[in-house]
């Protein structure tokens, strides 16, 4: 099918075009051949992992000496029905093995146990990766079939959805006429999913899986740099679609936050993204030149501080070797115990961890200790006076220790925070 309306002439077919230049193999599936030699190697339209793609993938990508059975475990594991898990959760546990692996267990030829961890995606080296942007792509469900306006496969596992409309029409309306029906008709297409993209060209909204509108928002520029596109669109597919950003906004920057309501995903907005990777270059900067200073994150009130630090946090403990120690420091109480919960909360600590500084003592307690977190006000770091100091005492001598500080500009020029450096 060659179509040739505005929504297509103005807005997909140039959205084709752009990943393709970013490494993207286009495949129109309006007529797709199913089976293994098939349009895209899946054997059936209810079918949203591409099962061949994804098996002849891992296969490269893992040890010659993983059997094929392990192989086809994993593929098993990732792909059974979730349908009766709460949807989030499913999307949850789908996002840890895309992200860490199968752990794939066999006995060799000589009797031995085997174990190993398999990997779905190359994370480190993205272009090694199947990348195909599909158009026209029919997901049939329970009752009803639906045609995708475009969707990224990353070896087969379909991380991004993008639905189009006419330039003159609301991007508001991909949302209420077609991602809500999706949800609802073909909900398996959504279990691996990492974000959705609607636009209209001159307009383009970024949103987790699940996210309500309120929540989809702007991705604001493509790089550090504040580079733009020509639109809107092309400023999002640039900076969200690259496959480097796409796996790295996979292995680091989600979330899932546990809510009075239920469990949330969240993603980084444009601002997080670029900011935490920029504290990790300087991070890999600082430990070449023995500076100290990783500098200052600006945030406006309510663009997501918390969420910042841990992603930053996450990220340096997955990638950057070492026993890091996170000291994440306040200076008021509501801030102290809200940052502490975000952090649970989004399962970075456990509930039941104490480290969360309660005395002056406590606090020297947990420095001492080979904590990953560490939570304290930054009034907990002064002299002890049952001990009788009368100057501050050096707490620790690691060089491992970050400290990350929020609402610095009130309380980090004085005697606390003297004492705290």
């Given at each position: 099918?060659?179509?040739t309306?505005p929504?297509y002439?103005?807005?997909?077919?140039?959205?084709i075009?752009?990943l393709?230049q970013l490494?993207?193999?286009p495949v129109d599936?309006?007529?797709?051949?199913l089976?293994?030699q098939?349009t895209l190697g899946?054997?059936?339209q209810?079918d949203?992992?591409?099962s061949h793609?994804?098996r002849?993938?891992?296969?490269?990508?893992?040890?010659?000496?993983?059997p094929?059975?392990?192989?086809?475990e994993?593929?098993?594991?990732l792909t059974k029905?979730?349908?009766?898990?709460?949807r989030?959760?499913?999307?949850?546990?789908?996002?840890k093995?895309l992200?860490?692996?199968?752990q794939?267990?066999?006995?060799?030829d000589?009797g031995?146990?085997q174990?190993?961890?398999?990997?779905y995606?190359d994370?480190r080296?993205p272009?090694?990766?199947?990348?195909?942007?599909?158009?026209q792509l029919?997901?049939?469900?329970n009752l009803?079939?639906?045609?995708l306006?475009l969707?990224?496969?990353v070896?087969?596992?379909?991380l991004?959805?993008?639905?189009?409309k006419?330039p003159?029409?609301?991007?508001?309306?991909a949302?209420?006429?077609?991602?809500?029906?999706?949800r609802?008709?073909?909900?398996?297409?959504?279990?691996p999913?990492?974000?959705?993209?609607?636009?209209?060209?001159?307009?383009a909204?970024?949103?987790?899986?699940?996210?309500?509108?309120?929540?989809f928002?702007?991705?604001m520029?493509?790089?550090?740099l504040?580079t733009?596109?020509a639109i809107?669109?092309?400023t999002a597919l640039?900076?969200?679609?690259n496959?480097?950003?796409?796996l790295?906004l996979?292995?680091?920057?989600?979330?899932?936050m546990?809510?009075?309501?239920?469990?949330?995903k969240?993603?980084?907005r444009s601002?997080?993204?670029?900011g935490v990777n920029a504290?990790i270059?300087?991070l890999?900067?600082?430990?070449a030149?023995?500076?100290?200073?990783?500098?200052v994150?600006?945030?406006?009130?309510?663009?997501g501080?918390s969420l910042?630090?841990?992603?930053?946090?996450q990220?340096?403990?997955?990638?950057v070797p070492?026993k890091?120690?996170?000291v994440?420091?306040?200076?008021?109480t509501?801030?102290?115990?809200?940052?502490h919960g975000?952090?649970a909360?989004?399962?970075?600590?456990?509930?039941?961890?104490?480290?969360?500084?309660e005395?002056v003592?406590h606090?020297r307690?947990?420095?001492?200790?080979?904590?990953r977190y560490?939570f304290?006000?930054?009034?907990?770091?002064?002299?002890?006076?049952?001990?009788?100091?009368?100057?501050?005492?050096?707490?620790?001598n690691?060089?491992d220790?970050?400290?990350?500080t929020?609402?610095?500009h009130?309380?980090?020029?004085?005697t606390?925070a003297?004492?705290m450096?």
């Amino acid at each position: 099918m060659t179509p040739t309306g505005p929504e297509y002439v103005y807005v997909e077919k140039p959205s084709i075009e752009l990943l393709e230049q970013l490494d993207w193999t286009p495949v129109d599936a309006f007529h797709e051949v199913l089976g293994a030699q098939g349009t895209l190697g899946r054997d059936s339209q209810h079918d949203v992992v591409l099962s061949h793609r994804l098996r002849f993938a891992m296969r490269k990508l893992n040890s010659e000496d993983v059997p094929d059975t392990s192989i086809n475990e994993a593929i098993e594991v990732l792909t059974k029905d979730r349908s009766a898990m709460d949807r989030v959760r499913a999307n949850r546990e789908v996002h840890k093995l895309l992200r860490d692996g199968y752990q794939a267990e066999w006995t060799d030829d000589h009797g031995d146990k085997q174990i190993e961890t398999l990997r779905y995606f190359d994370l480190r080296n993205p272009l090694n990766n199947d990348l195909v942007a599909v158009r026209q792509l029919w997901v049939k469900g329970n009752l009803h079939s639906r045609r995708l306006d475009l969707a990224l496969f990353v070896n087969g596992v379909p991380l991004v959805l993008m639905e189009f409309k006419e330039p003159n029409e609301p991007v508001k309306s991909a949302y209420d006429d077609n991602l809500t029906d999706y949800r609802d008709t073909i909900p398996q297409l959504f279990i691996p999913n990492c974000f959705v993209l609607l636009s209209n060209g001159s307009v383009a909204k970024v949103g987790s899986t699940y996210s309500p509108w309120e929540y989809f928002s702007d991705w604001m520029v493509i790089d550090a740099l504040g580079t733009r596109g020509a639109i809107a669109l092309e400023t999002a597919l640039r900076g969200t679609c690259n496959p480097a950003v796409l796996l790295d906004l996979v292995e680091n920057f989600v979330a899932y936050m546990e809510r009075p309501g239920g469990l949330i995903k969240v993603l980084a907005r444009s601002h997080q993204y670029l900011g935490v990777n920029a504290a990790i270059e300087n991070l890999h900067q600082a430990r070449a030149e023995q500076d100290k200073r990783l500098g200052v994150f600006w945030h406006t009130q309510g663009s997501g501080k918390s969420l910042s630090m841990l992603w930053f946090t996450q990220k340096v403990l997955r990638q950057v070797p070492g026993k890091w120690t996170f000291v994440m420091v306040t200076d008021r109480t509501e801030l102290d115990i809200q940052l502490h919960g975000e952090f649970a909360d989004a399962g970075a600590i456990s509930p039941e961890a104490r480290v969360h500084a309660e005395s002056v003592a406590h606090l020297r307690e947990l420095l001492a200790a080979d904590h990953r977190y560490v939570f304290t006000l930054i009034q907990k770091f002064q002299p002890s006076k049952s001990l009788g100091e009368r100057q501050m005492p050096v707490l620790s001598n690691r060089s491992d220790v970050i400290v990350v500080t929020d609402e610095a500009h009130r309380s980090q020029y004085d005697t606390l925070a003297l004492n705290m450096r």
